[in-house]
């Protein structure tokens, strides 16, 4: 059982009251993958990402990581599993320090590694330089990288990234999916959600279309960029 | 000038008990967006709590050792009952309307006026002299050693509170639960244990203010709770409500203003004028004096 995948949704069903989200979807990411999650506007990416790190509660199905099912789990326990998340909207916590930011980050551990913030402030010396700023007044670029770095404080062996490229200037999405691929070529597995398709394509070697609630397609990246249907819907080519 | 230092004294020292109080209402709003109504009954429980430790466990003893176990006890009874009350009134409310979570804070200040009545009864109580009387007078201003006491103590507490939350990893999980819950929930932070945490740490600075209420005042009433509960929750509006140094001023100002109104007006119009400065203060600030956090969350 080399290859039993290091994480794997089945049949996940997800609702917001009496309004069905995820309606079934299946899908897995395996050690060393950058794995991405592509669709429109309200096609359920947010919510299965907030459903894998319980923040909401699935209607039916399971969520496994390592063998272990996470569904019946508190969300604060999560990340101890190794399961960090950077929010969609980046939600770094805006009147605390940068510097602060990055230790909740590692709340989930014993005691501070500092092996682990000075590899962060590597990844975004930005970060360095402002630790003392209020994440608030960061830039939103800079809000993302601390959101991310911050997921990454607690060690994390698969890291979810919600739309890391929302509301950033092209040059700053260029930089930090730069780390993005650093971040996974040193040993952390990505489950990457994305609308800009393009960056997120050439960055992952697999992806799954979420189409209202459903998996559409899904295949290597190059299927998926061969694929006439992802290239009418998401990357503007017309057929 | 008599008058001013005399009323400064006094002022410092109600002011001392709004703030303990008050850090109680704010820290819980700050985390729950929830104004807890019964935390003024809490503060009036616990000075008659204090009451029965003294003539029921410690023997009416008044040693040193005595006082300071009456205090550690009735704040560990408080914070016993906080944490019931937060199980039992607020949690499982988290995800209803707010008006649902303020019905029940306002159904469980009444029943516990109510079961302050019920155990110690509807007569006023007269709460034991735990600190000897003694005061000085210095240039015609008199001070007693309760006051001081009652100062000393609360800026001990603000400080070492002030110093929990702004350095410890617990307070920064506390600052950041009160920020964003679910943020703080990807972080591994267990928002559960911050609330009652934070309802531990508000009931018994709580008890502490109620001690001290009886202390200084003597006379204790079951429904005292619902005056000084209030003007707690003004001070903790005044200093900017979620903020904890704001509670902390607020609370002192309050206790300033009040006492400079009885002073140079009449304690008859204290409350009217605290009502006043009230609505002044929303006017120019809304958000109070260090309150700057104006995104509610939805
Ligand atoms: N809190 C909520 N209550 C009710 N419905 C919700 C809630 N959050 C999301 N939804 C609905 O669930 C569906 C999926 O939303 P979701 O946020 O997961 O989409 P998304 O793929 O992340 O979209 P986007 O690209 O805009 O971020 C949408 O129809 C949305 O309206
Ligand atoms: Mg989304």
New interface residues.
């Given amino acids: 059982m080399s290859d039993s995948p290091l994480f794997e949704i089945k049949d996940l069903e997800v609702a917001y009251g009496s309004i069905d989200a995820i309606k079934g979807i299946s899908l897995e990411v395996h050690k060393g993958e950058i794995v991405t999650i592509l669709g429109a506007n309200g096609a359920g990416k947010t919510t299965t990402m ?1 459903t894998i ?1 319980q ?1 909401h509660k699935a209607k039916a199905g399971s969520i496994k990581f390592k063998g272990e099912e996470l569904t019946k789990l ?7 599993l190794g399961i ?2 950077s ?1 969609e909207g980046r ?6 320090t940068v510097e ?1 930011n990055l ?3 590692a ?2 551990q014993k005691k501070l590694d500092k092996k682990t913030l000075k590899w962060v402030y590597e990844l975004f010396p930005r970060l360095e330089e402002r630790r003392k700023q209020l994440a608030g007044t960061l830039s939103g670029g800079e809000q993302q990288m601390l959101a991310i770095g ?2 990454l404080m ?1 060690n994390p062996e698969m890291l979810l990234l919600d739309e890391p490229s929302l509301g950033i200037a092209p040059i700053l999405v260029k930089a930090i999916f730069k780390q993005i691929k650093q971040i996974a070529s040193e040993g952390v597995t990505v489950l990457l959600v994305e609308q800009n398709a393009k960056a997120a394509l050439k960055l992952a070697d697999r992806g799954y279309v979420l189409d209202v609630g459903k998996i559409g397609f899904s295949g290597t990246s190059a299927e998926l960029l061969a694929s006439e249907r992802v290239q009418e819907a998401y990357l503007g080519k017309k057929s | 000038m008599d008058i001013f230092f005399q009323q400064l004294a006094n002022g410092l020292t109600i002011g001392s008990i709004f703030a303990l109080v008050a850090l109680g209402y704010t820290m819980v709003y700050g985390v729950m967006r929830l104004i807890n109504f019964a935390h003024g009954d809490m503060v009036a429980a616990s000075a008659f709590v204090g009451l029965t430790i003294y003539t029921q466990v410690m023997g009416q003893a008044t040693s040193l050792v005595a006082v300071v176990a009456i205090f550690f006890l009735a704040a560990v009874v408080m914070a016993g009952v906080g944490i019931i009350l937060e199980r039992l009134a607020y949690r499982p409310l988290r995800e209803a309307p707010r008006l649902s979570a303020v019905v029940s804070a306002l159904g469980a200040s009444l029943m516990i006026q109510n079961g302050i009545m019920l155990i110690w009864g509807p007569q006023m109580r007269i709460f034991p002299e735990l600190i000897p009387n003694i005061s000085w007078e210095i240039n015609g201003v008199v001070i007693s050693l309760i006051q001081v006491l009652i100062l000393t103590l609360s800026l001990a507490l603000m400080v070492a509170l002030y110093l929990f939350v702004e350095k410890t990893r617990m307070g920064a999980a506390i600052r950041a639960s009160a920020i964003d819950q679910d943020a703080a929930r990807l972080m591994g932070i267990n928002v559960n244990k911050i609330i009652a945490i934070i309802f531990i740490i508000g009931s018994s600075l709580g008890a502490v203010g109620g001690l001290f209420i009886g202390l200084y005042y003597r006379g204790i009433t079951f429904n005292m709770g619902w005056q000084y509960g209030l003007y707690a929750f003004i001070a903790a509006i005044l200093g900017g409500i979620g903020n904890i140094p704001g509670a902390m001023l607020g609370g002192m100002l309050l206790g300033l203003f009040q006492a400079f109104i009885a002073g140079y007006v009449s304690s008859t119009w204290a409350d009217a004028f605290t009502f006043i400065l009230l609505i002044l203060i929303l006017i120019v600030r809304p958000t109070g004096l260090l309150g700057e956090r104006v995104a509610e969350k939805v």
């Avoid at chain 1, 508190?74 to 101890?80: A, D, F, N, T």
């Avoid at chain 1, 939600?91 to 605390?96: A, H, S």
């Fill in positions: 907030r790190s923040l508190p969300p604060h326990k999560i990340v101890g960090s998340q929010p939600r770094v916590f805006g009147i605390l602060e230790m909740l980050g709340f989930s911050r997921s607690s």
